[in-house]
Every structure is written in C-alpha cells, then in structure tokens.
C-alpha cells in the first residue's frame, strides 16, 4: 500500500480559484493555502508514485525538490513569449525520470491534474539537439529501429496514440526509401492520456490506476532510455 488517500478535493478547488483570479496580488493572498492542499499532497503523490515507478525502472529520478529542479514543475509561468501574460499555471504537473540531470533532456513519465481533470504521459515532450540526433541514429539502428517499432505496436495495441511527428519531409542525410522513413520526421516521442475519472483524482485508488496507465506506457520509456544509454542525446 502506499499510503496515499488521494488529493483533497481542496486541490482542484484551489485551481479553479486560481483560473479565475489569475494575479500576483491573489496568489500572494492565499500562498499558505496553495503550499497547503496543491503543494504537499503533490509531493507526497510524487513520493508514493515515484516508489511504485520503481518497480518499472529501478533508476527512476524522485526529485522532491520545489525549486523548479524537482520533480514538480515551477507553479509561475514563463510569460516571455506569449500573449498570455497570466502569471501562474492553472495545473499541478510533475515528472519521474530517467538520468542524471535535468528532467526534459530524459524520458519519463508525467502528469498534471488541472482544475477539471487529469492527464498522463510517457516520453519525451521535445528532442534538444543531442536527443534529436541521437533519436534519428536509433531509428535506422538495425537493434532499435526493429525495436522502436515492436514499442508503438504495443503502445497502440494497449489503446493509446504516439505523439511527436512536426516535420514533413525526411531530413538531410537520411534514405527517403528507408522503411522507418516516417518515423523520422518525430521531434518528439511520447503517449499518454486523460482518462482519468475525475472521482479517481480525490481516491485511495488513485495510485492503483496511474500505474495502470504508466505500465502499458513504458514502453516508450524504455526504448528512450536504451536509445540515451546507446547514442547519448544529452
């Protein structure tokens, strides 16, 4: 057992409040509260999570830190380059990984509960250069390429659709015949869902069906992690 009775139904509620008054001014105001029903359930979530992951890949990172490096992810948005200048993200997300180093230059798994809901993920959400090229080495790999395959078929076989295609034309250098050709043109490489039942978020039960979900995933997530262990890409 895990210890984790779910999150408190003060979690959502949080955010929903916080969709709807999107300032410093009343983030500030109710702080203590965001530390107390979004921030601490969340690590104790990612603590138990992070135990039972274990059991799929025994290097799995469990980051508690809160600083951004961690496994939770900074609650203020990065408003540089977008039109939307709300200050903080209405969602609680949180990543495991796998390597040493920053969290986004690994696969992992992933997720976010937001004022309405839940989401999960496996994967990478973008290739930096290194991951890029080294991505493309293993899809025409005579090991991996034949691999990449067997874990999309298992991947879609259990339900769930590949993401991370961007690019419409094979790039330079590589065989436009070549029988992964298509998987060429991905800048990323993940799966995940949100069909996580709104009355699972606040359960004991929460755990037991998150690692459901994150088993059929890992696949990906391995096939990642032996293409970083062969190639590099950090």
């Given at each position: 057992?895990?210890?984790?009775?779910?999150?408190?139904?003060?979690?959502?509620?949080?955010?929903?409040?916080?969709?709807?008054?999107?300032?410093?001014?009343?983030?500030?105001?109710?702080?203590?509260?965001?530390?107390?029903?979004?921030?601490?359930?969340?690590?104790?979530?990612?603590?138990?999570?992070?135990?039972?992951?274990?059991?799929?890949?025994?290097?799995?990172?469990?980051?508690?830190?809160?600083?951004?490096?961690?496994?939770?992810?900074?609650?203020?948005?990065?408003?540089?380059?977008?039109?939307?200048?709300?200050?903080?993200?209405?969602?609680?997300?949180?990543?495991?990984?796998?390597g040493a180093?920053?969290?986004?230059?690994?696969?992992?798994?992933?997720?976010?509960?937001?004022?309405?809901?839940?989401?999960?993920?496996?994967?990478?959400?973008?290739?930096?250069?290194?991951?890029?090229?080294?991505?493309?080495?293993?899809?025409?790999?005579?090991?991996?390429?034949?691999?990449?395959?067997e874990t999309?078929?298992?991947?879609?076989?259990?339900?769930?659709?590949?993401?991370?295609?961007?690019?419409?034309?094979?790039?330079?250098?590589?065989?436009?015949?070549?029988?992964?050709?298509?998987?060429?043109?991905?800048?990323?490489?993940?799966?995940?869902?949100?069909?996580?039942?709104?009355?699972?978020?606040?359960?004991?039960?929460?755990?037991?069906?998150?690692?459901d979900h994150?088993?059929?995933?890992?696949?990906?997530?391995?096939?990642?992690?032996?293409?970083?262990?062969?190639?590099?890409?950090?």
């Amino acid at each position: 057992m895990s210890g984790f009775p779910g999150f408190p139904p003060e979690t959502q509620a949080f955010l929903r409040e916080l969709r709807e008054n999107n300032t410093r001014e009343w983030f500030a105001a109710n702080k203590a509260r965001f530390d107390d029903v979004v921030r601490a359930p969340a690590l104790q979530w990612v603590s138990a999570m992070g135990e039972r992951l274990r059991t799929l890949d025994a290097d799995i990172v469990v980051d508690l830190r809160v600083n951004g490096s961690g496994a939770l992810m900074r609650a203020a948005r990065d408003t540089r380059f977008s039109k939307d200048k709300s200050p903080y993200k209405v969602n609680v997300a949180m990543m495991w990984w796998h390597g040493a180093g920053k969290k986004m230059q690994h696969p992992g798994f992933g997720m976010q509960i937001t004022p309405d809901d839940a989401g999960l993920m496996a994967g990478m959400f973008h290739f930096q250069k290194p991951m890029l090229d080294a991505y493309r080495q293993a899809v025409v790999d005579d090991e991996l390429g034949p691999a990449l395959l067997e874990t999309v078929r298992a991947v879609e076989d259990a339900g769930y659709s590949i993401s991370g295609r961007h690019y419409k034309t094979v790039p330079r250098g590589y065989d436009k015949e070549h029988p992964r050709a298509e998987w060429l043109k991905y800048n990323n490489f993940h799966a995940g869902t949100h069909d996580i039942a709104p009355g699972a978020i606040a359960s004991p039960q929460l755990i037991d069906v998150c690692f459901d979900h994150f088993a059929k995933l890992a696949p990906i997530h391995h096939w990642l992690a032996a293409v970083q262990q062969r190639y590099g890409g950090v």
